[in-house]
């Protein structure tokens, strides 16, 4: 049996965010990796994948973009590197290709067991990810089986597809990008377009990730937003990592031949049924965005910006075709395949302990998991801010969980 004072599980960029807090704190510690580091990016994503966050915002405790092009988005290939170079840097104790089967509480603080072995330790960090799994809805299961069905997750490129049509389903990040994708490859493409959240790569002149937080949005903490759970469930935008393109939006999807349709209800008989409301989802999310910029404009204008950037203008609206059909049968041999993009969800499956609500998510107050002390986690959709979604998000939000970790330490101490 291995005895530490603390356990880091996952050596993504989070965890080992963690590990150098806690190097910072002099708490000795380890990090245990099912994989290698950056696992997430080597094996579960597609390899023509950009970040949609600038390189200059790809940022962790100790370290800053340094490369020639901090506009650019990192093609997948990066960020690996990128991550595998922070954890030398950072000189993390990671122990690769260490599954963790379970955590318990135990009377000294924790078991974790991974194989064979037996870890102990007096305080566990969970850094796993956020989308280890693809969110498919239950009604899944009716898609026809002669349709190939993938998800991001299993998806690489256009050439593992069939011939012929595919239904992408879920028109956040993800989907708007796949479907370009598939589309450029050849296939015809519908795609099911739900909620989402739409928003111009750049606007007066900055990305928009530069206005995102300039404004203070990806500042807001978890604790002031009014509906967090929503906050915590929103799609991710409508952007891939390009300033070529400038807006990959459904207009732009739509002139290139996409066919856009609404939000899947129900397969039944084979026949796939589409809500007939995209015209109101596509408004609401054209209102949404406009709000931001608004926001966006006014705080430039507090800011005495207005001179110096390119004067403030708006956005077509999202054109939404009134034939867009409300069925597809999928048993005519008009799709091939059906890709869902309907978004990720964490595993927790192999937790031990009565921590999570019954969706399975784990209950936490700002990374601090509820009812069990000196167990945290890292990583999630606005874990405390709004910017805990995306990398940089990280350096934050590892130095307040190391340091509620600390304060608990030496208060168990005492
Ligand atoms: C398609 C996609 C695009 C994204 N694009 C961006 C973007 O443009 N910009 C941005 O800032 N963010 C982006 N993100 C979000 C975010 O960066 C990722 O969710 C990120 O990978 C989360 O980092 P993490 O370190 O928390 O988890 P991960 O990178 O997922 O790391 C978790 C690690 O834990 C390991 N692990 C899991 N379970 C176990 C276990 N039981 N035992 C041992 N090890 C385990 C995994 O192997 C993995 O290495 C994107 C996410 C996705 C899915």
């Known amino acids: 049996m291995m005895q530490t004072t603390a356990i880091v599980v996952g050596a993504g960029h989070a965890g080992l965010a963690m590990s150098r807090r806690l190097t910072e704190r002099s708490i000795d510690h380890v990090v ?32 800053h973009y340094a490369g020639d092009h901090p506009d650019g988005f990192m093609p997948v290939a990066d960020v690996v590197a990128t991550i595998t170079r922070y954890a030398r840097l950072v000189g993390a104790p990671v122990r690769t290709g260490v599954t963790v089967h379970a955590l318990r509480a135990s009377p000294q603080g924790f078991e974790i067991r991974a194989g064979d072995d037996l870890l102990c330790a007096r305080a566990v960090v969970l ?56 589309h450029r490859s050849g296939r015809p493409v519908t795609l ?28 807001e903490r978890y604790d002031q937003i009014d509906d ?51 015209a109101n989802t596509c408004a609401l999310a054209d209102l949404k965005m406009n709000r931001f910029l608004t926001r966006a404009d006014e705080w430039a204008t507090t800011s005495g910006l207005d001179d110096e950037l390119p004067p403030s203008h708006r956005f077509a609206p999202t054109r939404v075709d009134p034939r867009s059909p409300l069925e597809l049968n999928l048993a005519s041999g008009e799709i091939a395949t059906v890709l869902w993009a309907t978004g990720f969800r964490p595993d927790y499956s192999w937790l031990d302990m009565p921590v999570r609500d019954r969706t399975g998510r784990i209950r936490h107050d700002g990374g601090v998991v509820t009812g069990a002390p000196g ?23 590892s130095a307040a969980v190391a340091g509620h970790l600390h304060s608990f330490l030496s208060s168990r101490h005492r």
């Open 32 to 63: 245990l990796e099912r994989g290698e580091v950056a696992n997430s990016w080597r094996t579960q994503r597609w390899p023509s994948l950009r970040l949609l966050t600038p390189n200059w915002q790809t940022r962790l405790p100790g370290h």
């Open 127 to 182: 850094a796993t990810g956020a989308c280890n799994l693809p969110a498919i809805p239950a009604g899944a299961c009716a898609v026809p089986a002669s349709i190939t069905t993938l998800t991001p997750l299993t998806y690489r490129d256009p050439g593992q597809l069939p011939d012929g049509g595919v239904l992408v389903i879920g028109a956040s990040a993800t989907g708007i990008q796949l479907a370009a994708e598939i």
């Open 192 to 219: 099911a377009a739900g909620e989402h959240v739409r928003l111009p790569r750049t606007y007066r002149g900055r990305d928009i990730f530069w206005w995102l937080q300039a404004t203070g949005l990806l500042a």
């Open 228 to 278: 967090l759970i929503r906050a915590r469930h929103l799609p991710s935008p409508q952007l891939t990592g390009t300033s070529q393109a400038a807006i990959t939006d459904l207009n732009r999807l739509t002139a290139a031949g996409v066919r856009i349709v609404g939000r899947l209800g129900r397969i039944a008989d084979g026949v796939a049924q589409f809500s007939g409301s995209l």
């Open 375 to 397: 167990l945290y986690v890292l990583g999630l959709p606005v874990l405390r801010t709004r910017a805990s979604t995306y990398i940089h998000g990280a350096g934050a939000d």
